[in-house]
């Protein structure tokens, strides 16, 4: 009935029933189908397709511990120790009573706060071995204390969103005394691009969507950061989430759209109560709904759609795919969104740091904006700092400044690396610490891991490409296949059953890879080891059987 038979609700539609029945059934995928006019197969298929949707019976409380690289250096492997010792089962198990199953999951946005981990949708974070006892048994006791994990924690500066949330709705208030073009011009002045990775200029992207013809347009907040090691969604929603919902608005005004979504990753399904009230809030204001800022004929409204746990929807065209109630798989491109998007229509696709910054730049002006940063990086960015250092936490700094300059705020020196941009971004090693971060040097990756100088990396390699392999969609052959050989590859590697020329081939397969894969998640999955090879061969080298590869590089 919540949904009117849609089929592109499919997926919230098998959250519900996993929220009243504990998981998604066979019968009752039979029962959507049929509900929905489609094919059996087809629910299964997308049921079968996102991590938080249960396809079989699990515990009452599903425990969900964060195995990505800084959560394992923080010591996550001791709180798995301890889960199993607590629980006596083993992780991918159920307890005899039903009451809990132990899962590993990959990033789940708080590794400022590693080792942490999720149970249903409560997160603990700052765990100890000592710590789990008393929350299992507060878990039996049916009264564990809701610890909303919301702000600010650690070492965080957020000196430009902070001062912007002081003034708010400046930035929707001066849009709506443009015109639209005035508005998507002020955008591409300010030199703004997205701040998702790609890098894309904010302003030529919305005029994409502003000529393009539709019957409507959609506006889309990508909330769905899923690389390990970033957390600046986590921070900005539940503190600057005004800022968010005024980008998305100015964005829909320009691009003359009348409906947004905000794809929330399921990880963070316990910051929904406070942006639905923050939602409320805005429409009570006048700020969403009809004649918005008082602008006759401006109307336009967001609504909340809940991920279910995939990486690759944080690309945008999967995110469409996931929205329609489809498996998230990436699509092949032209068409690119601003021209057929969600449900063919027009779309724009702009992630939550890139909407808080429109608001920034509208209420302050493109060219003090313009004049923050480098040339071809204009203005500041948000970087989630974690790993081996003193200080995790969410910094804001002007483009250009150097990972040195990073590392020294956020107390990591003597860093032996540092991975800029998440799993899929840059492996630095310290001889190019004074490398600066921006779009024309190393990208605009916000996730910052740092490795201290004991660190073993082919083990940081081995976590890498076991995330990849279980976030790969499997579409294509190089990444589906080629990372699971690179990921045993890298295991003899370690175990010291690699010759030289073993190792050749697996770079060889790395490189084929990078080339040969769809999208970004298989074009930059072999980059860790490609650039271990590069950086730290003594390390490989201390690992191959006795028969020596004469390739370095
Ligand atoms: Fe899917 Fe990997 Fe191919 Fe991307 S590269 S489409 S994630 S199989």
Not at 303 to 321: D, F, K, N, W
Not at 365 to 383: D, M, N, R, V, Y
Request: glycine share 10%; net charge negative; charged share 20%.
């Amino acid at each position: 009935g919540k949904y009117d038979r849609q089929r592109s609700a499919l997926l919230p539609i098998l959250r519900v029933i996993q929220e009243e029945y504990g998981y998604v059934s066979e019968l009752a995928m039979q029962y959507v189908a049929d509900l929905l006019g489609i094919h059996a197969a087809k629910v299964y298929g997308v049921a079968t397709f996102y991590h938080f949707i249960n396809t079989e019976p699990k515990g009452k409380f599903i425990i969900r511990l964060s195995r990505d690289i800084s959560s394992i250096m923080k010591g996550a492997n001791d709180i798995a120790r301890q889960l199993e010792t607590v629980l006596g089962i083993r992780f991918g198990e159920t307890t005899p009573d039903g009451l809990f199953t132990l899962q590993w999951t990959s990033c789940i946005g708080m590794d400022d706060q590693a080792p942490a981990m999720m149970i249903n949708s409560e997160v603990f974070s700052n765990l100890t071995p000592l710590l789990i006892p008393q929350i299992i048994r507060q878990c039996t006791e049916k009264f564990y204390s809701h610890r909303p994990i919301t702000g600010m924690v650690g070492d965080s500066f957020t000196t430009t969103l902070t001062y912007a949330s002081h003034h708010a709705n400046a930035g929707i208030t001066k849009a709506a005394a443009m015109e639209p073009d005035e508005v998507i011009a002020e955008i591409s002045a300010s030199g703004l691009c997205g701040r998702g990775g790609a890098g894309f200029p904010t302003g030529t992207k919305w005029k994409m969507a502003a000529d393009a013809n539709g019957d409507v347009k959609y506006m889309i907040c990508n909330a769905d950061e899923g690389e390990p090691g970033t957390f600046k969604d986590r921070i900005t929603l539940s503190w600057f989430a005004d800022l968010v919902f005024e980008g998305m608005t100015i964005a829909a005004y320009a691009i003359r759209a009348s409906q947004g979504i905000v794809y929330l990753r399921a990880e963070y399904a316990y910051l929904l109560p406070h942006l639905e009230q923050v939602l409320k809030a805005r429409r009570e204001a006048g700020l969403l709904g009809c004649d918005i800022s008082g602008k006759e004929g401006f109307n336009f409204d967001i609504r909340i759609q809940m991920g279910a746990g995939s990486y690759v929807c944080g690309e945008e065209t999967a995110l469409i795919e996931s929205l329609e109630g489809n498996r998230g798989e990436p699509r092949n491109r032209p068409p690119y969104p601003t021209e057929a998007g969600f449900l063919g229509q027009p779309t724009v696709v702009n992630n939550v740091e890139t909407l808080a910054t429109v608001s920034v730049i509208l209420a302050r002006g493109a060219q003090w904006f313009s004049g923050i940063g480098t040339e071809k990086s204009k203005g500041f960015k948000l970087f989630s700092v974690s790993g081996e250092c003193a200080r995790p936490g969410l910094y804001e700094l002007p483009w250009g400044s150097t990972v040195s300059g990073l590392l020294a705020l956020a107390g990591g020196e003597g860093a032996k690396a540092v991975q800029i941009g998440g799993y899929s971004g840059r492996f630095l090693p310290a001889a190019e610490f004074g490398r600066k971060l921006a779009y024309e040097d190393l990208g605009a990756g916000s996730s910052v891991i740092i490795y201290g100088p004991d660190r073993d990396l082919l083990e940081v390699a081995e976590n890498y490409l076991e995330f990849f392999v279980e976030e790969s969609c499997g579409q294509c052959t190089p990444c589906r296949d080629g990372n699971v050989v690179l990921l045993n590859g890298i295991r003899s590697l370690r175990n010291g059953k690699c010759s030289g020329q073993q190792l050749d081939e697996l770079l060889s397969l790395a490189e084929t890879i990078c080339v040969a894969s769809k999208c970004g998640l298989g074009q930059s999955s072999p980059k860790v080891l490609l650039s271990i090879n590069r950086y730290f061969r003594n390390e490989i080298n201390a690992h191959l059987t006795a028969e020596h590869s004469a390739r370095s590089t």
